[in-house]
């Protein structure tokens, strides 16, 4: 019996990462991100291009997530760790409010939802990162995320959603454990969050937490005693291919996890990226074995998928984002990814 987290029990199938929020660049320049509801059109559904008709699904799971916010003044604040620029309880409200504009982000991804063949997409929220600058001890961290997430609550609650969105829960931002003595540890805040998390119902059902931490992360393997209904593990091979896809699956495999895979719009120009992004696809239909000779099988067919797809780059050619601009340019990439999804078998 696999050791991958079952998909019978209907936690998440394919998981996709919509990043919102601002992007701040390597010199300083914030990068507004957002989704409109065409956007979302080809994450939903595959269209036959023949017909252009549906013929069918794409994710199943939208994570709506940010790292970063503008303040009052236009100031990048982080919503991860962050030792210059944490950010402050007024930035997470910001970040909420972005989530919940109109015709963007959220909505936006409703009326996608209402004009797609699918009745009900699965939707989880980020929770912004406690920074211990800004929420000293582990009890003001704990209280603010809390508060944070019943602000969230109530605001989704006077939302008219029910026919296309269904909240399934939150997501741990902070991609590896912190811990500055007993005061500032992580462990104790991510397990009380996940304790608060676990008492929520909405509309008759228990909300989860899931987490994403990196390859090699400090605590990556301690998901499960942390509280965490369900983890996907990066194997960071795309972006750096010093790092071993097969002992991330492997690790995955072993430890119970899903798997992410992940590229970005360099796959719509880069060869090379395209070939990593392929050895992602290729290793979750054979599955495979590490050097050390660990085993671990096709996550394609029986592991939950996280898809780190990149955020929106904003140039003089426009807005892009790496799927949509595959299924803009009718790139044959875009049809390898929804076969994939969907266990069609390439070799």
């Known amino acids: 019996m696999s050791p ?10 394919q998981l ?6 601002y992007s701040i660049g390597t010199d300083g320049t914030p990068h507004y991100q957002f989704w409109e509801p065409g956007d979302f059109l080809p994450l939903l559904t595959h269209t036959d291009r023949s017909t252009g008709c549906p013929d069918g699904t794409m994710f199943t799971d939208f994570l709506f997530l940010a790292l970063g916010i503008l303040n009052d003044n236009g100031e990048g604040r ?3 760790r962050d030792e210059k620029k944490p950010a402050n309880w007024n930035e997470w409200l910001r970040y909420m409010n ?18 797609s063949p699918l009745c009900r997409i699965n939707v989880w929220i980020a929770l912004p990162y406690p920074n211990p600058q800004i929420f000293p001890t582990d009890r003001l961290r704990v209280q603010a995320v809390t508060d944070w997430m019943c602000l969230f609550l109530d605001r989704w609650s ?17 991609e590896s454990l912190y811990f500055r003595g007993p005061e500032n540890d ?3 805040v991510i397990q009380n969050v996940n304790q608060e998390i676990h008492a929520c119902k909405l509309n008759g059902h228990r909300l989860r937490s899931i987490w994403i931490p990196y390859q090699k992360a400090n605590g990556w393997n301690e998901w499960e005693t942390l509280g965490f ?5 990066q194997p960071n091979t795309y972006f750096n291919p010093q790092k071993s896809l097969e002992d991330a699956a492997a690790d995955a495999y072993a430890y119970g996890m899903g798997v992410e895979i992940e590229f970005d719009l360099g796959v719509t120009y880069d060869k090379a990226k395209r070939e990593r992004l392929r050895a992602y696809l290729q290793a979750g239909e054979t599955g495979g074995s590490d050097l050390q000779g660990r085993s671990f099988s096709p996550y394609m067919y029986e592991a939950p998928i996280a898809w780190y797809t990149g955020g929106w780059f904003f140039g003089k050619n426009g807005r892009k984002q790496a799927v949509v601009s595959l299924y803009q340019a009718n790139d044959p ?3 390898e990814i929804y076969r994939f999804i969907n266990g069609v078998a390439e070799l």
Request: hydrophobic share 40%.
């Open 4 to 13: 991958y987290p079952s998909l019978g029990k209907g936690q998440i199938d």
């Open 16 to 21: 996709f990462l919509a990043y919102t929020g």
């Open 78 to 80: 982080i919503l991860t």
């Open 98 to 115: 972005e989530l919940f504009l109109c015709d963007r982000n959220l909505d936006a991804l409703c009326q996608a939802v209402r004009c």
């Open 158 to 174: 006077c939302q008219s959603w029910d026919d296309c969105l269904k909240l399934q829960g939150f997501y741990w931002l902070q």
């Open 186 to 188: 992580d462990r104790l």
């Open 229 to 233: 209904d369900l983890a996907f593990l």
């Open 333 to 335: 990439l875009y049809d």
